[in-house]
């Protein structure tokens, strides 16, 4: 999975959606399903933070615009958020992917994302602990020189 999670878009396919995305704006200012959906996907994969969050602002407006897709934009809404490290959100999209159908790709998604989610909590925990060891080396210094 991380190996999938890690794979960018190539610059020229993001390009190319995003030219036609805007063209289609630009003519009548209206944009076609498909051609957001091409365009969230290339972003979701983006190697730039930003992008993947234009992307999911886009499939969350498919997803609530446009049902008969729905499923195919909550997996990437999922894959979207597990890239940028919202693995809460990321973990609610696979739990509504799997109320629609079982898939084994969105539950290893998912299994991931809960890894994940996990060494993080791991790390936040090590670096306050290690915060409060420091803290508390500190005033105990600063108690140590006072009485002297």
């Given at each position: 999975?991380?190996?999938?999670?890690?794979?960018?878009?190539?610059?020229?396919?993001?390009?190319?959606?995003?030219?036609?995305?805007?063209?289609?704006?630009?003519?009548?200012?209206?944009?076609?399903?498909?051609?957001?959906?091409?365009?969230?996907?290339?972003?979701?994969?983006?190697?730039?933070?930003?992008?993947?969050?234009?992307?999911?602002?886009?499939?969350?407006?498919?997803?609530?615009?446009?049902?008969?897709?729905?499923?195919?934009?909550?997996?990437?809404?999922?894959?979207?958020?597990?890239r940028i490290k919202n693995y809460d959100l990321s973990l609610n999209?696979?739990?509504?992917?799997?109320?629609?159908?079982?898939?084994?790709?969105?539950?290893?998604?998912?299994?991931?994302?809960?890894?994940?989610?996990?060494?993080?909590?791991?790390?936040?925990?090590?670096v306050a602990g290690g915060a409060a060891l420091v803290l508390g080396?500190?005033?105990?210094?600063?108690?140590?020189?006072?009485?002297?």
């Amino acid at each position: 999975m991380d190996e999938l999670l890690n794979d960018v878009v190539p610059q020229e396919d993001l390009e190319r959606f995003e030219k036609k995305y805007l063209h289609e704006l630009e003519l009548d200012g209206d944009v076609t399903t498909e051609t957001k959906f091409e365009y969230a996907f290339c972003l979701v994969r983006s190697r730039y933070t930003n992008d993947i969050r234009k992307g999911i602002m886009i499939l969350e407006e498919l997803a609530r615009t446009h049902p008969d897709g729905r499923r195919d934009y909550i997996y990437y809404l999922a894959f979207g958020n597990a890239r940028i490290k919202n693995y809460d959100l990321s973990l609610n999209y696979c739990r509504a992917f799997l109320e629609i159908e079982s898939n084994d790709q969105v539950r290893s998604l998912e299994e991931y994302i809960k890894k994940q989610s996990d060494k993080e909590i791991a790390k936040g925990m090590a670096v306050a602990g290690g915060a409060a060891l420091v803290l508390g080396g500190i005033l105990g210094l600063g108690i140590a020189l006072a009485r002297k």
